[in-house]
C-alpha cells in the first residue's frame, strides 16, 4: 500500500490519497476547495496513474468534505461517511463562512460507514473503527498490513481533535 498526503484549503486540512499495485485508489477526507486545489489533486493521480474508486471521509467537518463533490462528479465514484454526521453536510455551508470558504455543494453520503465494518478498494482493506467525539460519526480507518491509521480529526501530535463544535463531546473521545 502507497499512501500520499496532500494539504488543502485555508484549515491546512490534510487529504490522504491511498493505493496499491492494482492502482485503483481512496481519497480520505478530501479537502480541495479551489480550481487549483482540484488541478492538485487531479494531477497528482494522473501522474501516478491511479484510478480513484471511493471518497472517504473520517468525519463530516466542511474542511473534510470539501472536494468530495469534485470527486463524484470528476470520476464518478461513492461517497461513504457515518450517516451519524450527515446533519453536517446541511450545516458546512453556513459554518464554513466563518472561515471565508464558500461551499457551492455538499455530496451526499453513498455508503454509510454506521451500516459497514469495512471499505475495499483494489487489494487494500480498510478497516471501519468508531472514534466518536470530535463528531458523533467520526471514524479512523485502520490498514492491518501496514499498520497504518487515518485518525480524522480524532488524534493529533500531543493532542486530541476539538470537541467544543456541535455534535463534540470530550467524554466520548477520551474513550
Known amino acids: 500500500m502507497k499512501i500520499a498526503c496532500l494539504t488543502f484549503n485555508p484549515i491546512q486540512e490534510n487529504t490522504y490519497v491511498v493505493w496499491d499495485d492494482t492502482k485503483e485508489c481512496a481519497v480520505i477526507d478530501a479537502g480541495n476547495s479551489t480550481p487549483k486545489e482540484d488541478a492538485a489533486l487531479d494531477g497528482f493521480l494522473a501522474e501516478h496513474g491511479l484510478k480513484p474508486v471511493l471518497a472517504?471521509?473520517?468525519?463530516?467537518?466542511?474542511?473534510?468534505?470539501?472536494?468530495?463533490?469534485?470527486?463524484?462528479?470528476?470520476?464518478?465514484?461513492?461517497?461513504?461517511?457515518?450517516?451519524?454526521?450527515?446533519?453536517?453536510?446541511?450545516?458546512?455551508?453556513?459554518?464554513?463562512?466563518?472561515?471565508?470558504?464558500?461551499?457551492?455543494?455538499m455530496p451526499t453520503i453513498d455508503i454509510d460507514l454506521d451500516k459497514v465494518?469495512?471499505?475495499?478498494?483494489?487489494?487494500?482493506?480498510?478497516?471501519?473503527?468508531?472514534?466518536?467525539?470530535?463528531?458523533?460519526?467520526?471514524?479512523?480507518?485502520?490498514?492491518?498490513?501496514?499498520?497504518?491509521?487515518?485518525?480524522?480529526?480524532?488524534?493529533f501530535r500531543e493532542s486530541i481533535g476539538r470537541t467544543d463544535l456541535p455534535g463534540g463531546d470530550y467524554s466520548w473521545i477520551m474513550r
Open 117 to 155: 465494518e469495512e471499505v475495499k478498494f483494489g487489494h487494500t482493506v480498510l478497516r471501519v473503527i468508531r472514534t466518536p467525539g470530535h463528531t458523533p460519526g467520526h471514524v479512523s480507518l485502520y490498514e492491518p498490513e501496514s499498520k497504518s491509521l487515518f485518525t480524522g480529526d480524532t488524534l
Open 56 to 105: 472517504v471521509n473520517t468525519h463530516g467537518h466542511f474542511d473534510h468534505v470539501l472536494g468530495v463533490e469534485h470527486l463524484r462528479k470528476t470520476y464518478g465514484i461513492p461517497f461513504a461517511l457515518s450517516g451519524k454526521d450527515a446533519f453536517m453536510l446541511d450545516t458546512d455551508a453556513v459554518g464554513s463562512t466563518v472561515y471565508g470558504v464558500k461551499i457551492n455543494a
